[in-house]
C-alpha cells in the first residue's frame, strides 16, 4: 500500500500522521467567524443565534468525507447525508444544521436574497441555525458536502416565508449540546446562548 492509500485509509478512521505519530483528526485549531443574520424578505434567519463559521477545521481533499463525519457523529450531531448546496434559497425550520465542505470550493449567499455572500473551500465548515437562508451561487466539481443535525432534529426544505407554526418552531427549538465541530465548550458555546 502506498503512502497515499495509508493516509486515506487513516483518513476513513478519523485519524491522521502528524509529526510520525498517528493522532485523531482535530477541528480546535480552527479560526472561527460568527455573524448574524436578521429577517430577510421572505427568509426568517435566525436573529438569535449567529452563523459560525470554521475556516481550515479539518483536512480537505477526495475520500475525506467520513473524517467530517465521524467528527460530526462524535460530537453527538449525527451525520445525515453527502450532496452539495441547493441553487435555489431555502432554509429549514426543522433543526439546526451543521455543513462540512471536504472538498471543491463554493460562493454562497447565506441569508436569503441579497443576503451575505460567503466563500468557502474544502477543510472549512458552516453551523448554520434554524431558519438561515442558504444557496449555492456556484462552485466547482469537486464541492462536496457532508450534512448534519443534532439528535431529534431534522431538515425541510422551505422556499417561502415561514407560517406562525414554522416561525415558532425555529424560536423554541432545543439547544444543541455541544458543538458539532469543536465539541464541549467549543465556539457554540461561546457564541450561542439559549433564551
Known sequence: ?????FNVMLAGMGLTMGHGR?????ASTARVEAFTLH???WVPNNSRLPVI????????????????EDLFNRNGWPSRWRNGVYSFHHYHSLGHE??????????LMLGGPSGRAVDVRGGDIALLPAGTGHCNLGSDADFTVI???????DFDILRAAPTPEQLARIQS???PMTDPVQGKGGALSREWHPS
Open 1 to 5: 500500500m502506498d503512502r497515499r492509500d
Open 39 to 41: 429577517s430577510n424578505d
Open 147 to 153: 450534512g448534519a443535525y443534532p439528535p431529534e432534529q
Open 98 to 107: 451543521v455543513l462540512g465542505f471536504s472538498n471543491g470550493s463554493a460562493r
Open 22 to 26: 498517528i493522532r485523531k483528526a482535530s
Open 173 to 175: 427549538l432545543p439547544f
Open 53 to 68: 463559521v470554521y475556516r481550515n477545521a479539518l483536512e480537505a481533499g477526495s475520500g475525506r468525507e467520513s473524517v467530517y
